[in-house]
């Protein structure tokens, strides 16, 4: 057994025990770098240890574009209604699953022939922010695959039979989310959490009303409007020479020339002004979901590793934290717990998620927010802050094994801005963090007197 | 650069009777070995990532449950996670977390397996607790308590889906003799009634080195790592006997129908056939058949990465505007298991409609060959599949293993060449043989709003 008698001392001179090979760690000696002249940059990171490569990456068109935010009827949204009256909610998306109805020559059937025969995968998708895509090759498809990624974000056609086959889907999957407890939780949660007319209070994937609403128009408008190079990124990483990587996306996209309005920035998303409750009933259902939380820091925050530690050590560390220990190893209450910062390029929500009986939704609560009290008032142990910081710093390998992993943590610098080395600092920067720094990040972001709390259930 | 740990030992072929394993198989860095108390063992080096993945297989899964019962493997799985002596369940997790290490577990129809990915310096750990938790997990009464409540809550949890409760009573019909017919979690009744007594008892019975594989992919090297497997497991002792199943299912002469009312607006149809074992020859024209229906599978048991749009049943239902969804599957098994076709609907579409269009694309695949070109797509899918799978060491462990349960390793080597052999007459042959009414099981899920 090893020892346990660890003080805050030795924290501050913890040994690098990194497994982190640093030859191998994508930084900006090994990942190759260029910006197209309509401002679309290119990652490219070479790894010959399997025949296969990933392109990764995002444009900047995003639910925030869908001004007005809400849903129909919410009096917010029928106030600025846009010129036809209609909202917008899961336009973003919507557009995004029909890029790849038709593009350029092709017909949605010669796309997916063109994909599938070839045993590639490409997907396109419409989240907060930015517009995500993704795509998957044996590297002698490669070139195909940027061209045809080319195609469908740049030329797409929207044909109008193919919409509705998409919206017939797009309204299945809705209805789908009617019926699941933890879908509803979320979308109460964020209800609950963001003020009128904040794009986070809203659905990325719409509602019915908007799903019925939506025409080609708008989906032509947006796309003309919103869908640009600028800022863009690619990431490729695979069994492919940077240069050659480089060139493919050159061929492909240096020639788009299009300008997408500034956005404005984000409306606040201030503290909530006391903790708020709602239900939603589900009868049938067996077990409800829950979430309990409030708007969360930013991924660009400076404290960012310190809210990932403090967050890692309440409902992440081994079987969920702090929180899986009280409420499922030592009570049984539920199967699973977690606690969970989502905040991306905005303050996106912290929350504590579970799925717990009927019955025993206030006991959890309880802890729920007992376990918040604590991380404020009272300084983690030196052991739990470093076995967090090991967890943190041994498992990169892990994150960087394949090149999804390694394609998903380029595209998560360029996003974030965190410069290209952050990788190679992320084990200082991780250890660097004391007792005193978590309990200060808790007590800054950590508000278990103004919670929002969303159950859905029976 | 991979080394060729078959060299090697053939160069070391003089010491080698000192070692306490036998080498079964050793090829393409591959190699599988029997420890004397039976532990079967299964290494690939790769020495891509500095990383290695540790599969620890049981030959125990709800195929081993009786009547009263159902739920145990899984229940054991838990209870594996909360300690032995050396290690309490919170030291086991401290331990693995804190080198940045992945673990979990997982029970099925045909096995439990735990796993541990972690930085390669670091996988003696992984074997230190397996080897520990194969023979001296505790099993205390207030952990068996807890882990009732636990898994209650999975249960209620897995409940709350539509396709769970769908699934569950599909399978209860397609088997009415075998095991296979109840699900993995168990059945509520049991769950509340089972004893630690009869936990402790099932551990007992299947946790033991001649029941197990241990599977190991990533940078180490075979020879050494070897050595140190042994020196861990090479002194458990072996079960005297474990008990075979003997179930075997009679024959279904005709259509089985399952309509299961629930809450949601969305309908739901579920067609399971009685399909072949892993080793039968009709399993792989059984894949092909699939990968032309529904698309190919995906080689991850992360999930898969494929679209299956241009697949025959995506085209028929899902273009037509019948359903939103389609998905199929054949799972590599022991005994005769399922060959499953699924479909969610779309709002407002006919249930009857739509299966009537699924029967006709069956008749169709029976009535005439599939193309060259089908046949071709479903070959190239899959090795994509196998190279995307191939990258993870985690994920090769897993197939490493898996592969020994319902055959063995030769078989998931020689996959791509079988399925590269099927012709389009076996095609054909196995939808006419398999794909018929009298060995279909029909369950819809009505949502009642």
């Known amino acids: ?458 | 650069m991979e080394r060729a740990p078959v060299n090697r030992l053939r160069s070391k072929a003089v010491s080698r009777r000192r070692r306490p394993w036998r080498i079964v198989t050793a090829f393409d860095h591959y190699i599988k070995a029997v420890l004397p108390n039976g532990l079967t063992i299964v290494l690939r080096e790769n020495h891509a990532a500095p990383v290695a993945s540790l599969w620890i297989w049981y030959r125990v899964g709800s195929r081993n449950e009786h009547p009263g019962m159902t739920g145990a493997a899984h229940w054991v799985e838990h209870l594996l996670f909360k300690g032995t002596p050396r290690y309490t369940e919170s030291e086991m997790d401290r331990l693995i977390s804190r080198e940045g290490g992945a673990r979990n577990g997982m029970t099925w129809i045909d096995w439990t397996t735990y796993y541990e990915t972690l930085p390669a310096d670091k996988i003696d750990l992984a074997l230190d607790i397996e080897a520990d938790r194969m023979v001296n997990a505790l099993i205390e009464p207030a952990d068996v308590r807890n882990e009732r409540a636990v898994i209650l809550n999975e249960r209620r949890g897995a409940e709350n889906s539509p396709t769970f409760r769908l699934f569950e009573e599909v399978q209860a019909a397609a088997f009415k003799v075998h095991p296979y017919g109840h699900e993995v979690i168990g059945y509520l009744c049991d769950l509340e009634s089972m004893t630690r007594d009869e936990l402790l008892s099932f551990y007992r019975t299947y946790y033991a080195p001649n029941n197990a594989v241990l599977a190991l992919a990533g940078d180490f090297e075979a020879e050494d790592m070897l050595a140190r497997i042994a020196r861990r497991f090479g002194r458990l002792k072996p079960a005297m006997r474990i008990p075979r199943v003997s179930a075997v299912e009679p024959d279904q002469t005709g259509e089985r129908r399952v309509i299961v009312k629930g809450e949601g607006a969305t309908n739901y149809v579920l067609l399971a056939f009685r399909s072949v074992p892993a080793t039968h020859p009709d399993f792989f024209p059984l894949v092909a058949l699939d990968s032309v229906l529904c698309g190919a599978s995906g080689l991850s048991f992360t999930g898969a990465v494929a679209t299956n749009r241009t697949s025959r049943l995506s085209q028929a239902l899902v273009d037509t505007g019948l359903a939103a969804d389609v998905a199929g599957g054949v799972s590599p098994t022991i005994d005769p298991y399922l060959y499953i076709l699924f479909a969610t609907l779309q709002p407002g579409s006919d249930i009857d409609a739509l299966e009537r269009a699924l029967w006709a694309e069956l008749d169709r695949v029976r009535r005439r060959p599939v193309s060259q070109d089908e046949l071709d797509k479903a070959i190239k899918q899959t090795k994509a599949q196998f190279v995307f799978g191939a990258e993870s060491v985690t994920n090769q462990a897993f197939w490493l293993g898996f592969s020994e349960m319902c055959a063995d390793y030769g078989w998931f080597y020689t996959y791509l060449d079988r399925l590269s052999a099927v012709t389009l007459q076996d095609v054909q042959r196995v939808a006419n043989t398999y794909l018929s009414r009298d060995r279909a099981t029909v369950g819809y899920y009505l949502g009642q709003g």
């Not at chain 1, 909610?89 to 059937?109: I, K, N, T």
């Not at chain 1, 879908?183 to 809203?202: D, K, Q, S, V």
Request: neutral net charge.
């Open chain 1, 1 to 458: 057994m090893r020892s346990t008698k660890h003080n805050t001392h030795r924290v501050a001179r913890l040994a690098p025990r990194a497994q982190v090979r640093y030859s191998s760690v994508p930084c900006a000696a090994n990942i190759a770098q260029a910006e197209l002249s309509n401002g679309l940059r290119v990652f490219a990171y070479e790894n010959f240890a399997s025949p296969s490569v990933v392109v990764r990456g995002y444009l900047v068109a995003g639910a925030c574009d869908e001004a007005p935010a809400g849903p129909p009827g919410s009096p917010e949204v029928d106030a600025g209604a846009n010129h036809a009256g209609v909202n917008r909610a899961g336009l973003a998306a919507f557009v995004a699953d029909c890029l790849m109805r038709g593009a350029g020559s092709l017909s949605y059937e010669q796309i997916f022939q063109q994909i599938e025969s070839i045993g590639a995968h490409l997907d396109v998708s419409g989240g907060m922010h930015t517009t995500g895509f993704y795509a998957k090759s044996l590297v002698e498809d490669l070139p195909f695959m940027v061209d045809l990624l080319s195609t469908v974000l740049i030329h797409p056609t929207f044909p109008s039979e193919e919409i509705e086959r998409e919206r017939g889907e797009w309204l299945t999957t809705l209805q789908e989310r009617a019926n699941s407890a933890s879908a509803m939780a979320g979308l109460i949660f964020n209800e609950l959490c963001y003020p009128a007319g904040h794009p986070y209070r809203y659905s990325i994937e719409g509602y019915p009303e908007t799903a019925r609403a939506l025409t080609r128009d708008d989906l032509v408008a947006f796309h003309r409007t919103y869908f640009s190079p600028q800022d863009m990124v690619i990431v490729i990483v695979g069994a492919v020479k940077a240069e050659d990587a480089h060139a493919l996306v050159e061929r492909a996209f240096g020639a788009w020339r299009a300008n997408r309005p500034a956005r404005p920035p984000l409306p606040a998303a201030p503290k909530l002004q006391a903790s708020i409750r709602r239900h939603h009933a589900m009868p049938g259902k067996a077990q409800t979901s829950l979430m309990v939380g409030h708007p969360g820091p930013s991924r660009r925050d400076p404290d960012w590793i310190k809210l990932a530690l403090m967050n890692s050590i309440l409902g992440q560390f081994g079987m969920y934290g702090r929180l899986g220990q009280r409420v499922r190893k030592e009570r049984g209450l539920v199967y699973a717990i977690g606690s969970y910062l989502e905040g991306g390029l905005g303050p996106g929500p912290w929350h504590i998620s579970a799925g717990v009986h009927p019955d025993l939704v206030d006991r959890v609560i309880e802890i729920c927010l007992a376990e918040m009290r604590r991380l404020r008032e009272r300084k983690v142990r030196p052991q739990e802050l470093q076995d967090n910081q090991f967890y943190f710093i041994g498992s990169l390998p892990l994150r960087m094994e394949t090149n999804d992993g390694i394609a998903g943590q380029i595209v998560h610098m360029a996003r974030y801005e965190l410069g290209l080395d952050y990788l190679l600092h992320y084990p200082d920067r991780v250890r660097a963090v004391t007792p005193a720094d978590i309990q200060a990040v808790a007590c800054t972001w950590l508000d278990p007197d103004h919670v929002a709390v969303a159950t859905a259930g029976p």
